[in-house]
């Protein structure tokens, strides 16, 4: 099918372009940037005048529930919801139920995502046998099959030999482990520490929580060489900790939801379980310094964190919730908003979603690594088209996922954000278009 986007602004955050200009794509390839040739015909014309062109978003973190617990959400209602969300590409942890530790899984969930043609899967791999923490997975027939790191989802590892043994194998064969850092007797609580859990009498997890997590992490990765993709950071003093980390060359990366990148422990309020989230809300300096590092490059990538629950187990007393929140429809608009907070231009707060996630991917991304996250003539036809211009509401009602429940519809009115997706193409084909 060949497709004509004319008169948008095209920005490629990747080589810094940004023009009003048209795209021709065909055979789910982008064919041309700029006045489509005399002999091109186009099957299906999108105007984009007044709308901006990107490179379908990427999505490091999100939930997809099937296999496993379909009655929070099925494969094709969250893949839906990451076509309208603009998201081209997306990776699902392992925490599925079967783990994701067989390649038979694995194949599966892909072959599946593949006949819906709404988004790209890329599936990461158990690092431990059912996440037990105990017997390392086969990494390299898990990789054939398709995952493209080792993670244990929320599930710490308590043995520190076994984590080490997994990220020597690891770096051996250049694998990247995808993991959150979080000490297992520390973090069990369900609201980070601090005048607000007190008040309101609830379980406290302390910011060395993370901090002892993320330097044992760090120690490991020094001694292993292994690459290490550190999951949704949340305190200022982690932040710290990754930036030495960097400093000193170590192959390390990160990414913030975009939950701690906007909201704070205060928003709870009268102990609302929409705020119920992992890792938890902290105080407005941890979202200040998450925000700045996100700016600066420090953290690498900003993630939906997208995990539906449902009405049953969400609408529960606060410490009783089911911890999780809706987020791919919310990816670009909160980015936007960041953004728009801080003064950046656009190309770099567009980047933090598209090209910044792809380097964080690397060479896992096989033959899409030259061009996914990018706009380029011969590269991969993942688009997303939105207008800047138009301001959303978030209600329920207007989530195509099958949870619905965001900490961002907060009141009867919800919050009122910028952007909303126009059209989202992916390898030329077009997975949504708004009416």
Known sequence: MKILIQNGRVIDPATGRDELTDLSIAAGRIVRIGRAEPGFIANRNIDATGCIVVPGLVDLAARLREPGHEHEGM?????NAAAAGGVTSLVCPPDTDPTLDE????????????????????????LTRG???????????LTEAGCVGFSQAEVAVRNTQVLMRALQYAATFGYTVWLRPQDPWLGQGVAASGAVATRMGLSGVPVAAETIGLLTLIELARATGARLHLCR??????VALLRQAKAEGLPVTADVSINSLHLTDVDIGYFNPAMRLTPPLRQSADRAALRAALADGTIDALVSDHTPVDADAKNLPFGEAEPGATGLELLLSLALKWGDDLGLPLHATLARVTSEPVRVLGDALG????????????????VCVFDPAVTWTVTPEQLRSQGRHTPFAFDA?????????K?????????FESH
């Open 75 to 79: 494969l094709e209602s969250e893949l």
């Open 413 to 421: 009115t919800g919050m009122a954000l910028p952007g909303r997706v």
């Open 423 to 431: 059209a989202t193409l992916v390898a030329g084909t077009l997975a």
């Open 367 to 382: 033959s899409l690594a030259s061009s996914a996250g990018r706009l380029v003539e011969g590269g991969v036809a993942d």
């Open 233 to 238: 950071l949340s305190s200022a003093a982690g």
């Open 131 to 141: 996440l037990a923490g105990e017997v390392l997975t086969e990494m390299a027939v």
């Open 103 to 126: 390649p038979g899984l694995v194949e599966m969930l892909k072959f599946r995502a593949r006949k819906l043609s709404l988004c790209r899967l890329f599936p990461l791999g158990a």
